[in-house]
């Protein structure tokens, strides 16, 4: 059964820049295909990045040039770093990882991953 922990989740203010992390325990990333997403009360979870098991990165447009996902093996860690941050990126952040072959069509699709991290808050202050 594999874990997921994210860390590095905070108070931040608009224009900063913050990394997340997400470590998996009791597999590897190596067959996964990991993302973030991300969610705020009362909406649905927004898939904002996600990184294939072969290393192809997937950006959400709503984050693109700004977010960018990278993972390193050996930490068996996902990693999602996060720039030029706005007030309206506040949100809980969670990874994410699948192994059913359809990935990335199926990136946004919350049922198709097998695990979830509890998720770490990033609040971005105006």
């Known amino acids: 059964q594999v874990q997921l922990a994210e860390s590095g989740g905070g108070l931040v203010q608009d224009g900063a820049s913050l990394s997340l992390a997400c470590v998996a325990s009791g ?11 991300r969610q705020v009360p009362e909406k649905d979870r927004e898939f904002v990045a996600g990184i294939s098991w072969t290393g192809a990165l997937y950006i959400s447009e709503s984050v693109t040039g700004r977010f960018t996902v990278s993972r390193d093996m050996n930490k068996n860690t996902v990693y999602l770093e996060m720039n030029k941050l706005r ?40």
């Open 87 to 126: 007030p309206e990126d506040t949100a809980v952040y969670f990874c994410a990882a699948q192994s059913n072959d359809r990935f990335p069509d199926n990136a946004n699709n919350t049922a198709a991953y097998d695990f979830w991290g509890q998720g770490t808050q990033v609040t971005v202050s105006s």
């Open 27 to 37: 597999g590897t990333f190596s067959i996964y295909d990991v993302s973030w997403f």
